[in-house]
Each structure stands twice: as structure tokens, then as C-alpha cells.
């Protein structure tokens, strides 16, 4: 299987996530469950069957976080410097030619991307765009709202 890249800060973040599903929410739902059954017949017994539901997604979590973790090829930015080159990882300045905008995006793994931090997943149209190209070199990004062409102004690595 393909290994996903995945910064360590998101790495970090499904780590915690791992932690508190584990050590926190797992035992509390087990402990609601079990006064559920204290209260008698299950059949119902509507807190029981939240409490199981609960559980049911609390273990599917775990399962698909310990499948990203086990998929992910951790990268750490702070290693690369690629100078004015776009790779994952980067923190890219962009303006937007047609409106003179300016706007700063993080390019992320997948599980990372969150638009309102302005990080942006590496299969996102525009990441797609700007992988490989340079500092003062023009992309054009296709997105479902047609096209846009951006200058890209600076390339960071923090």
C-alpha cells in the first residue's frame, strides 16, 4: 500500500486524538454500558443502545486512526528547505492575478487539511498546481469554479 504523507504536527494531533479515544472515551462508554445493563432489560433500554452506538464509533476511530498512523510517511518540515521550490510541506504566498488578492497556504497531507488555518491537502487542486514550480513562476489552478492563475511569491519551510 501507498504510504500518505503526513506532517508530524498532524501526526502529533491523531496521536492525542488516539490517546484520549483510548485512554478516556473507551473506558468511559464501557462504564455507561455496563450501568445501562444494571438498569435491567435491554431490548429498551435507550441509554443502553446510545452507550453501544457510542462505542461502535469510538472503536471505528481507533481502528481508522491506527490505519493512518501505520499508512503515513511522516515528514518533518523543518528538515526540508528547498529553497524557493514548492514541495509538501511548504508554506506558499500566492496572489491571485486576476483580483490581486494575497493569500498564504500550507500544503498538508490529506488528514491534516483544514481551509480555515490555510492548510491545504497535497491532492487539492491547487497544491497539485504549485508542487514542483518556483518562486515568480505563474500557475494556473483548475477548479471546479473554473480557472484561476496565481504568482507565487514566497516559499517557507517552518
Do not use: C, W
Not at 433500554?45 to 481508522?64: C, D, K, L, P, T
Not at 501505520?70 to 523543518?78: F, H, P
Amino acid at each position: 500500500m501507498r504510504k500518505s504523507p503526513m506532517t508530524i504536527t498532524g501526526a502529533q494531533k491523531l496521536r492525542g486524538e488516539l490517546h484520549e479515544l483510548k485512554t478516556v472515551a473507551r473506558p468511559k462508554v464501557i462504564q455507561a454500558i455496563a450501568e445501562a445493563r444494571e438498569l435491567g432489560d435491554l431490548k429498551e433500554n435507550a441509554e443502553y443502545h446510545a452507550a453501544r452506538e457510542q462505542q461502535s464509533f469510538i472503536e471505528g476511530r481507533i481502528v481508522e486512526i491506527e490505519s493512518k498512523l501505520s499508512n503515513a510517511e511522516i515528514i518533518d518540515i523543518a528538515n526540508i528547505n528547498a529553497g524557493d521550490k514548492v514541495v509538501f510541506g511548504a508554506t506558499v504566498e500566492l496572489a491571485n492575478l486576476d483580483t490581486d488578492a494575497e493569500v498564504k497556504y500550507q500544503i498538508v497531507g490529506d488528514d491534516e487539511a483544514d481551509i480555515k488555518a490555510n492548510m491545504i491537502s497535497i491532492s487539492s487542486p491547487i497544491a497539485r498546481a504549485l508542487i514542483g514550480k518556483f518562486v515568480d513562476d505563474i500557475v494556473v489552478v483548475q477548479a471546479p469554479s473554473g480557472k484561476t492563475e496565481y504568482e507565487i511569491l514566497a516559499v517557507n519551510y517552518k
